[in-house]
């Protein structure tokens, strides 16, 4: 089993930049991929970031491409989005999620989302 707990949501305005957090509890941490999704109201949820376990392969969807970072701290169970020039389209509930050594679109363990709202 593998919890997962993100933080660093929030206001922003347009141009600005977020961290979000998600720490991961139980064991194995670094034979997990992990990825973030995001969901906005009326949308389907949207994969938008995923690093592999080995954290040698990362993916980006375009509309985040140039913008976002994933990065994965395996002594800290951590993986990261920093994300950069935000725009009010990147406003959504962002979840974590986590699957054995690779994510895709259905990933066996969900955070409880954190809320990014940017605002023009």
């Known amino acids: 089993q593998v919890q997962l707990v993100e933080s660093g949501g929030g206001l922003v305005q347009a141009g600005g930049s977020l961290r979000l957090s998600c720490a991961a509890s139980?064991?194995?941490?670094?034979?997990?991929?992990m990825g973030w999704f995001r969901q906005a109201p009326g949308e389907e949820r949207e994969r938008v970031a995923t690093?592999?376990?080995?954290?040698?392969?990362?993916y980006y969807a375009d509309s985040v491409k140039g913008r976002f970072t994933i990065s994965r701290d395996n002594a800290k169970n951590t993986v990261y989005l920093q994300m950069n020039s935000l725009n009010p389209d990147d406003t959504a509930v962002y979840y974590c999620a986590a699957n054995k050594f690779i994510v895709t679109d259905t990933p066996a363990y969900w955070g409880q989302g954190t809320q990014v709202t940017v605002s023009s």
């Open positions: 690093i592999t376990w080995t954290g040698t392969s990362t």
């Open positions: 139980g064991r194995a941490f670094s034979t997990y991929g």
